[in-house]
T-cell receptor, first 114, second 108 residues
């Protein structure tokens, strides 16, 4: 399978715990994006990387959220001290560095904070 | 990114063409029109994009008005598997900002 891979697919945690999601993009893609999606809404942009550089962060990305892409390949999204409002689907996408901007999405990681 | 406006929902009969409208009256000259769809519980899937000219691929056709203020996505022969939320996005290169989209239900 050469698509975007996300793990874990589902995570249930208690409020206050830390969680980490991993995204493995398509191998030749140097851009990687994180989105968050809540029920009934479209995906909301969180942040994106070009290679290992984090180029943009949304205001939605509070101090409790941190994303890394240390070697320009896979990426992790960590949420510290989770809150019930963090419950959502976290989507990762990747693209080649070209002007047309076609994104390839993974299946997402669903977070439930109890 | 330019704001887009889409109907909340629409129904389509199986086998018929589905025409999905999108308004993007504030689109700038370097912004493309992208269409994605999201089938329940899956990640969004790219369908098609265009700048000025009409485009067609194996999934759909994209018709962009001459003034670029609106566009229509055409699914030529809708099937039950086309039931999904369809997103129209007007954006330059880089990140894409999704709206609420149009829920399309294809009925037998």
């Amino acid at each position: 399978d050469t698509g975007v891979s996300q793990n874990p697919r589902h995570k249930i945690t208690k409020r206050g715990q830390n969680v980490t999601f991993r995204c493995d993009p398509i191998s030749e893609h140097n851009r990687l994006y994180w989105y968050r999606q809540t029920l009934g809404q479209g995906p909301e942009f969180l942040t994106y990387f070009q290679n290992e550089a984090q180029l943009e962060k949304s205001r939605l990305l509070s101090d409790r959220f941190s994303a890394e892409r240390p070697k320009g390949s896979f990426s992790t999204l960590e949420i510290q001290r989770t809150e019930q409002g963090d419950s959502a689907m976290y989507l990762c996408a990747s693209s080649q560095n070209r002007i047309t901007g076609e994104l390839f999405f993974g299946e997402g990681s669903r977070l439930t904070v109890l | 990114d330019a704001k887009t406006t889409q109907p909340t929902s629409m129904d389509c009969a199986e086998g018929r063409a589905a025409n999905l409208p999108c308004n993007h009256s504030t689109i700038s000259g370097n912004e493309y029109v992208y269409w994605y769809r999201q089938i329940h519980s899956q990640g969004p899937q790219y369908i098609i994009h265009g700048l000025k000219n009409n485009e067609t691929n194996e999934m759909a056709s994209l018709i962009i008005t001459e003034d670029r203020k609106s566009s229509t996505l055409i699914l030529p022969h809708a099937t039950l598997r086309d039931t999904a939320v369809y997103y129209c996005i007007a954006s330059g290169w880089g990140k894409l900002q999704f709206g609420a989209g149009t829920q399309v239900v294809v009925t037998p």
